[in-house]
């Protein structure tokens, strides 16, 4: 699990919750059931009313997305691809038959599969971009779902505190309870903008990042596969897959690649 996505929506509600006790709040005035009601229950219905069932299935693979921790070692893909182009510099694409078989990695097994059933190159990028285009879609779903309950929760706040103040309204009976009546009535507000800016909308900006981040390691690969394809030497793989890793693995793979030379 990623520990940071934990500790950042635990430290805003600490912040907000403190900040609140530090001027004097009660946790009463803070805790109100019917409020939650209106808030979490009315961004639910309607982030069910605005997608589809198929849609909705993908929340699941999309919170462990959001809070797994990232497998995406992109030094590492490299540096098999660098490994592969040496045996294909060796031996010829057919040399990879085995690999293309039994990779664990789909994209890289597919990409494999076709080099080696001797698919012209620029089928291999035309199938390979399809495949990238699917799975940067896929994700543009999981981010659009909760960018769409940061967008219903402060909504849903507004109605329930306008709620609240057409109850307090509509009894004044008594006066000394006005103030506290209307304090309640704006929790819903409070509710719908803290979960919005709290964890609807930092998890989908975690996907998103999350995404753009497995994206480039596709671009990569793809970059890599088509490589191999060419028989191109060793070291000029290396270039081109440095310059899509970050800084300090460029680093490390420039290392490596004075150790070959």
Known sequence: MDI????????????IIGGFFWEGGSLTGLLQLNAALIVFGGTFAAVLISFPAAKLRTIPAALRMAFG???????????EIIAMAAITRRAGVLALEQKAEEHPHHFT????????????PDQVRQILELEMDAVELKYE?????????GGYAPTM?????????????????????????????????????????????????????????RIQSLEMLLVGILALQNGEHPLLVRKKLASFVTDSHSEDMADNKRGLS
């Open 69 to 79: 921790r990232s497998t995406e070692n992109m030094e590492e893909k490299a540096e």
């Open 157 to 213: 706040g507004i109605i329930g505190t306008v709620m609240g103040l057409i109850r307090v309204l509509g009894n004044l009976t008594d006066p000394s309870q006005l103030g506290p009546s209307i304090a309640v009535a704006f929790t819903a507000t409070l509710y719908g903008v803290a979960s919005a800016n709290l964890i609807f909308l930092p998890i989908a900006s975690k996907i998103k990042s999350r995404s753009q981040s």
């Open 4 to 15: 940071t996505s934990i500790i950042g929506i635990l430290a805003g509600l600490a912040a």
């Open 109 to 120: 097994r597919e990409g494999l599969q076709l080099i080696v059933d001797g698919t012209d």
């Open 141 to 149: 779903g999981y981010t659009k779902i909760f960018e769409a309950a």
